[in-house]
């Protein structure tokens, strides 16, 4: 019998073998990573508890961690090179998809700790697998469209979950996309593993800057991966504010499928809009703000792909390796950490410059594309395979999910069709701190927001600390969120920026609708109130505002400065309600100032901290309305504030 030689791998495999795969499961590691991003802002504020200090040690800890997951997965498959092989990624994945699936069963401490574990794993696994694409011809390429197309991936599977994560809901909804990730990354890994070894196919080197996949992601978890913030700054309904970003981060990933090089004319021009549309999408308003995110997502995937390409590989060695991806990982939340912190220890200059100069070192690190003393074994042209079809395929589903999630995200806010009257009297009005969605038990329970809001029947909700895309709440759209939720037509005020503020919600119209800037005065936040009028069911107009002052106990001074210029701002003219957290309690000034001005109090307990009131800092005020009940609702606890429920009648 005579024996068959094996096929030559050149011969049976066609040119493009093997990129679908690379770029996919970069693509499904992006998705995962980002998310658990976004789940590490949650899991730091239990942190935070114990002070800026002790939360900002354990994010720098969690994400340096990443160096040790990458040297420990090497070690795990003796890659001593340094340089991961297929089995890498595949082990990696294995673990990743296990921890997703062991968050996804946890909550309270234990989902604290395993959590931020699985941070450290999401990060480090991609590094590896950014590393493992890119350190090959063209594959820095084919690294940055997978890097691409996985941001338009987790738009698009926000978008259907109405940006509340799969990774906080206890129901089927999280559990099926928690194995549908899990899973997919582990059988596209070992579909990598089996055509690397049918095709001898391993990357030849590691990328030298590799570093810039840590200020991707920041950008990525920001803005670029963020529908939430895109519609907080730009006005713009979440659906059709997520469907611009999917189609444009679409034609991004498109335009890198070109075969050829980027001119060098081109390289520096996106180089230079993508450090402007990263600050016009931070500084801007409006359409300017989503044409911006536009821009960015037209020119991210150009910057990256140069930036990845190897033309020369990085150091050999585990060592080396673990330190490259414990800078990603830095990299990854130091931006994100300096700005969110400015919020609670004011930066000397505006935040919003830290992101821009993120986006400035992503930037500049694609502008160089050739390195001096090239090695021609990983030196490349960087060309694409002409025959890339099966890669494009690979933009439809992120596409496919943000049509499908358009219809849950569509809710407006500024309206939606209600009565233009309020029911009969008595009226029920819930004031609510909302803690940006994140609870003392460790979650973001919106569900359990709604359902305690919608078992008291509202006639109108005043809330404070609602975000529409804080990194450090989850990114979630809260306000969309509950308004399409509860049914409810909605209003939102800005506070410490455009993601952050005070809300009103009601069953009925909300008309003359005006947002007071509060005076900052010894800061360290920027605060607003948001006034607006709601007819009752006898054609009455009763005014109701929403505000949140200063907190820090010394900051009376300018407690009293913001009530002052929110009184000058917005004359009473009964019937009228005020309600939110003022940080102030009984018998003190800023308590003492309302009364003075005719406002009487509603009877109610303590409100804060959540898990044990010994504070009452939550209050409902009117003038021109009795309040007929006022009571603390004290189980169940989502927020770090207790909830406040009013019913009263409008006239003395």
Same mark, same amino acid.
């Given at each position: 019998m005579?024996?068959t030689?094996?096929?030559?791998?050149?011969?049976?495999t066609?040119?493009?073998?093997?990129?679908?795969?690379?770029?996919w499961?970069?693509a499904?590691l992006?998705?995962?990573c &980002?998310?658990?991003i976004?789940?590490s802002?949650?899991?730091l504020?239990?942190?935070?508890a114990?002070g800026?200090?002790?939360a900002?040690?354990t994010?720098?800890g969690?994400?340096?961690?990443?160096g040790?997951?990458?040297?420990l997965?090497?070690?795990?498959?003796?890659?001593t090179?340094? @340089?991961p092989d297929a089995?890498t990624?595949?082990?990696?994945?294995?673990?990743l998809?296990t921890?997703?699936?062991v968050?996804?069963?946890?909550?309270?401490?234990a989902?604290?700790?395993?959590g931020?574990?699985?941070?450290?794993?999401?990060?480090?696994?991609?590094?590896?697998?950014?590393?493992?694409?890119a350190?090959r011809?063209?594959?820095?390429r084919?690294a940055?469209?997978g890097?691409?197309?996985?941001?338009?991936?987790s738009v698009?599977?926000?978008l259907?979950?109405?940006?509340?994560?799969?990774?906080?809901?206890?129901?089927?909804?999280?559990?099926?996309?928690?194995v549908v990730?899990a899973?997919?990354v582990?059988v596209?890994?070992?579909?990598?593993?089996?055509f690397?070894a049918?095709?001898?196919?391993e990357a030849t080197?590691?990328?030298?800057?590799? !570093?810039?996949?840590?200020?991707?992601?920041a950008l990525?978890?920001?803005?670029?991966?963020?529908?939430?913030?895109?519609?907080s700054?730009s006005?713009v309904?979440l659906?059709w504010?997520?469907l611009?970003?999917?189609?444009?981060?679409?034609?991004?990933a498109w335009?890198?499928?070109?075969?050829?090089?980027?001119p060098g004319?081109?390289?520096v021009?996106?180089?230079?809009?993508l450090v402007a549309?990263?600050g016009?999408a931070l500084?801007?308003t409006?359409?300017?703000a989503?044409a911006?995110?536009?821009?960015?997502?037209?020119?991210l995937?150009i910057?990256?792909?140069?930036?990845?390409?190897?033309?020369?590989?990085?150091?050999?060695?585990?060592p080396r390796?673990?330190a490259a991806?414990?800078v990603v990982?830095?990299?990854?939340i130091g931006?994100?950490?300096?700005?969110?912190l400015d919020?609670d220890?004011?930066?000397?200059v505006?935040?919003?410059w830290?992101?821009v100069?993120a986006?400035l070192g992503?930037?500049?690190?694609?502008?160089?594309r050739r @390195?001096p003393g090239?090695?021609?074994?990983?030196t490349s042209?960087?060309?694409?395979p002409?025959? @890339?079809s099966s890669?494009?395929?690979?933009?439809?589903?992120?596409?496919v999910?943000a049509?499908?999630?358009?219809?849950?995200?569509?809710?407006s806010t500024?309206?939606?069709d209600v009565?233009?009257?309020?029911a009969?009297?008595?009226?029920t009005?819930?004031d !609510?701190n909302l803690?940006?969605?994140?609870?003392p038990?460790?979650?973001?329970d919106?569900?359990g927001?709604?359902?305690?809001i919608e078992?008291q029947?509202?006639?109108v909700? @005043?809330l404070?600390e609602v975000q529409?895309g804080?990194v450090?709440?989850?990114?979630s759209?809260?306000?969309t969120?509950?308004a399409h939720r509860?049914d409810m037509t909605?209003?939102?005020?800005?506070?410490?920026?455009?993601?952050f503020?005070n809300?009103v919600?009601a069953?009925s119209?909300l008309?003359?609708?005006?947002?007071h800037?509060l005076p900052?005065g010894?800061?360290?936040?920027s605060?607003?109130?948001?006034s607006t009028?709601?007819?009752?069911?006898d054609?009455t107009?009763?005014?109701?505002?929403?505000?949140?002052?200063?907190h820090r106990?010394?900051n009376?001074?300018t407690r009293?400065?913001?009530l002052?210029a !929110?009184a000058?701002?917005?004359?009473?003219?009964?019937?009228a309600v005020l309600?939110?957290d003022?940080n102030?309690?009984?018998? !003190?000034?800023?308590?003492?100032?309302?009364?003075?001005?005719?406002?009487?109090?509603?009877?109610?307990?303590?409100?804060s901290?959540a898990?044990?009131?010994?504070?009452?800092?939550d209050?409902?005020?009117?003038q021109g309305?009795?309040?007929?009940?006022?009571t &603390?609702?004290t189980?169940?606890?989502q927020s770090?504030?207790l909830p406040l429920?009013?019913?009263?009648?409008?006239?003395d």
């Amino acid at each position: 019998m005579t024996s068959t030689p094996p096929a030559d791998p050149a011969v049976r495999t066609p040119p493009d073998a093997g990129t679908p795969t690379r770029v996919w499961l970069v693509a499904l590691l992006t998705v995962m990573c &980002v998310e658990m991003i976004r789940a590490s802002g949650p899991l730091l504020d239990r942190a935070f508890a114990a002070g800026v200090v002790n939360a900002a040690l354990t994010a720098l800890g969690t994400y340096a961690a990443a160096g040790l997951v990458a040297a420990l997965l090497l070690l795990a498959v003796g890659r001593t090179s340094g @340089t991961p092989d297929a089995r890498t990624l595949l082990v990696g994945s294995a673990v990743l998809g296990t921890l997703r699936l062991v968050v996804q069963a946890l909550d309270g401490a234990a989902l604290f700790v395993v959590g931020l574990v699985a941070v450290a794993v999401a990060v480090g696994v991609l590094t590896l697998a950014v590393a493992f694409v890119a350190g090959r011809p063209a594959g820095g390429r084919q690294a940055a469209i997978g890097l691409v197309i996985g941001c338009g991936l987790s738009v698009g599977l926000q978008l259907v979950l109405g940006t509340w994560d799969a990774v906080w809901r206890d129901g089927w909804t999280g559990w099926v996309v928690a194995v549908v990730l899990a899973v997919g990354v582990v059988v596209t890994a070992r579909g990598l593993v089996a055509f690397t070894a049918a095709s001898s196919s391993e990357a030849t080197g590691r990328p030298r800057r590799l !570093w810039v996949l840590g200020l991707f992601l920041a950008l990525a978890a920001m803005i670029v991966a963020n529908p939430a913030f895109v519609a907080s700054q730009s006005g713009v309904a979440l659906g059709w504010a997520g469907l611009v970003v999917v189609v444009a981060n679409a034609l991004g990933a498109w335009t890198l499928l070109r075969p050829d090089p980027w001119p060098g004319a081109v390289r520096v021009a996106a180089a230079v809009l993508l450090v402007a549309g990263v600050g016009c999408a931070l500084w801007l308003t409006g359409i300017a703000a989503l044409a911006a995110v536009v821009v960015l997502q037209l020119t991210l995937g150009i910057v990256l792909s140069t930036a990845l390409s190897a033309h020369r590989p990085a150091p050999r060695g585990i060592p080396r390796t673990g330190a490259a991806t414990l800078v990603v990982g830095l990299g990854t939340i130091g931006p994100l950490l300096l700005y969110m912190l400015d919020y609670d220890v004011p930066l000397p200059v505006d935040n919003v410059w830290v992101i821009v100069l993120a986006a400035l070192g992503l930037a500049l690190s694609g502008l160089r594309r050739r @390195t001096p003393g090239a090695v021609p074994a990983i030196t490349s042209p960087d060309r694409l395979p002409a025959r @890339t079809s099966s890669v494009r395929l690979l933009i439809l589903p992120a596409v496919v999910l943000a049509v499908v999630g358009l219809v849950p995200s569509t809710t407006s806010t500024t309206g939606s069709d209600v009565p233009e009257r309020a029911a009969d009297e008595p009226l029920t009005l819930v004031d !609510w701190n909302l803690h940006y969605g994140v609870s003392p038990l460790t979650a973001v329970d919106l569900e359990g927001i709604a359902a305690t809001i919608e078992a008291q029947d509202p006639d109108v909700v @005043t809330l404070q600390e609602v975000q529409r895309g804080w990194v450090f709440g989850g990114g979630s759209d809260m306000a969309t969120w509950l308004a399409h939720r509860l049914d409810m037509t909605i209003h939102v005020a800005p506070a410490a920026d455009h993601q952050f503020g005070n809300a009103v919600l009601a069953r009925s119209e909300l008309t003359d609708v005006v947002v007071h800037p509060l005076p900052y005065g010894a800061g360290p936040q920027s605060r607003s109130a948001l006034s607006t009028t709601l007819t009752t069911a006898d054609g009455t107009p009763l005014r109701v505002t929403s505000i949140h002052t200063q907190h820090r106990e010394s900051n009376t001074p300018t407690r009293l400065e913001q009530l002052e210029a !929110w009184a000058q701002a917005e004359p009473v003219t009964p019937p009228a309600v005020l309600a939110g957290d003022l940080n102030a309690e009984p018998a !003190w000034p800023e308590i003492e100032l309302l009364e003075a001005a005719g406002w009487v109090p509603a009877e109610d307990g303590l409100t804060s901290p959540a898990a044990d009131p010994e504070h009452k800092i939550d209050w409902v005020f009117g003038q021109g309305v009795t309040f007929t009940e006022a009571t &603390v609702l004290t189980e169940p606890q989502q927020s770090d504030h207790l909830p406040l429920v009013a019913r009263f009648t409008v006239g003395d």
